[in-house]
């Protein structure tokens, strides 16, 4: 990010009709409940409580993706452990 954080990127091929689903599922997968919506334009930015850390979980349209973004450097750790799951869960065996 510009801000020198890591951010998590979930997929490039989601859209604006498929982000709420996508979002509410990945959101009861990882244990996080969203607390805010904030719906644009061209861009979604739900508000996500993690672990006691609020995240955004943002839909944009250019570039296309969705992501998990810290809203600080106190997000910071949240999103490393976001990271670790997620690769887990993507190759099991650590292929």
């Known amino acids: 990010m510009a801000s020198g954080d890591f951010s998590l990127e979930l997929t490039e091929a ?4 498929s982000f709420p689903s996508f979002a509410k599922k990945f959101v009861a ?8 919506k904030i719906d644009g334009p061209d861009i979604r ?4 409580e993690y672990e006691g850390v609020v995240l955004n979980f943002v ?16 997000g ?7 990271f670790r799951h997620v690769s887990e869960q993507s190759d099991p065996d650590g292929l």
């Open 14 to 17: 989601g859209s604006w009709e």
């Open 29 to 36: 997968q990882i244990g996080a409940k969203i607390i805010k």
């Open 45 to 48: 930015i739900w508000e996500i």
């Open 59 to 74: 839909y944009d349209d250019f570039p296309n993706g969705v992501s998990i973004e810290p809203r600080g450097k106190e």
């Open 76 to 82: 910071q750790p949240a999103i490393e452990k976001l």
